[in-house]
T-cell receptor, first 113, second 114 residues
């Protein structure tokens, strides 16, 4: 069965600092991987997705993620966070491009001024 | 980008009553829509897959007679929580698939059952 693990429930970083959110997945075949952000009172927004090709994926808002098959990881990074990045971040996996999505438990990002 | 709306955004009802939540794709046609449930400070759990013109496919453990899903058109899917109880209180989120492969999520509906 597919599963997604986000080992960090909360992460706090200072504004301007770099960020890395960890994500590990369990899936037998080549997964379709996503990162979503959920801000209070707002819906889920897709940051980026990996289906195939270049393992370093660029997303919106300056985020990027790297697919590492050998480590079953898809970590999200940003070189310099802004206060507006404070939100809940979900890593997710799907068996097919347009299929149901399995979400990780999420990582809440806090930003220190 | 494509927009998915949900109505209502929040609802409070008495125990034993039924509540209908609408999910609309505003500027695209969604052959497939998904319904998720999110408990406070937890992740989204898939409830069911809704395909236009056919019966919904429910995930294991989700009562299909309690959570009625209707996908009557390519832009509208509805979730009816029947005989709601306090344990059904949750945040319900839908998504629509914009072909070929992108899901767009609605803003969610907060259900509180008294």
């Amino acid at each position: 069965a597919q599963s997604v693990t986000q080992p960090d429930i909360h992460i706090t970083v200072s504004e301007g600092a770099s960020l890395e959110l960890r994500c590990n997945y369990s899936y037998g075949a080549t997964p379709y991987l996503f990162w979503y952000v959920q801000s209070p009172g707002q819906g889920l927004q897709l940051l980026l997705k990996y289906f195939s090709g270049d393992t370093l994926v660029q997303g919106i808002k300056g985020f990027e993620a790297e697919f590492k098959r050998s480590q079953s990881s898809f970590n999200l990074r940003k070189p310099s966070v802004h206060w507006s990045d404070a939100a809940e971040y979900f890593c997710a996996v799907a068996p097919n491009r347009d299929d149901k999505i399995i979400f990780g438990k999420g990582t809440r990002l806090h930003i220190l001024p | 980008g494509a927009v998915v709306s949900q109505h209502p955004s929040w609802v409070i009802c008495k125990s034993g009553t039924s509540v209908k939540i609408e999910c609309r794709s505003l500027d695209f046609q969604a052959t497939t829509m998904f319904w998720y449930r999110q408990f406070p400070k937890q992740s989204l759990m898939l409830m069911a897959t809704s395909n236009e013109g056919s019966k919904a496919t429910y995930e294991q453990g989700v009562e299909k007679d309690k959570f009625l899903i209707n996908h009557a058109s390519l832009t509208l899917s509805t979730l009816t929580v029947t005989s709601a109880h306090p344990e059904d209180s949750s945040f319900y989120i839908c998504s629509g698939v914009l072909a070929p492969d992108t899901q767009y999520f609605g803003p969610g509906t907060r259900l509180t059952v008294l």
